[in-house]
């Protein structure tokens, strides 16, 4: 008695199941394309989403590049002060040289003039106006 009490129980269960499935078309889509739908959210976790993404390893290639470029800008930097460090060392003439143009430095019986390109407007303030 037990036992047909259960298969008929079990088997009302699948009917409404299968019932189920035939009314609900988002239900029957899920079980007819369940490795499609599988296959699709894998390949966005693995390409988007993920910390080691399809997407990110493409911008840290990226960033990579970008880095190879200062690098080769900063060694080119290097040797041309490398350069210039040897031809100070080697000629003193370069010292005085490098102290008048970038420091404006000057020897004791010489007079500097420092002209610009730059047009600044002069205007008067009221304090010197006033005075």
């Not at 609900?24 to 988007?48: A, D, R, T």
């Not at 007079?111 to 303030?125: A, G, N």
Request: charged share 30%.
């Amino acid at each position: 008695m037990f036992c047909s009490c259960f298969f008929v129980s079990l088997h009302s269960e699948q009917k409404k199941q299968k019932e189920v499935s035939r009314t609900n078309p988002f239900y029957s889509f899920l079980s007819h394309n369940k490795y499609w739908i599988v296959l699709i959210i894998g390949g966005l976790i693995v390409g988007v989403l993920d910390e080691n993404s399809f997407y990110q390893r493409v911008k840290y290639e990226l960033q990579i590049s970008e880095l190879k470029e200062q690098i080769s800008l900063y060694n080119s930097q290097y040797e041309e002060d490398e350069a210039q460090l040897k031809e100070l060392r080697r000629n003193p003439k370069a010292i005085t040289k490098i102290a008048r143009e970038r420091y404006f430095m000057k020897a004791d019986d010489e007079d500097i003039f420092v002209l610009s390109d730059e047009m600044e407007p002069v205007t008067e303030t009221k304090d010197e106006a006033a005075q």
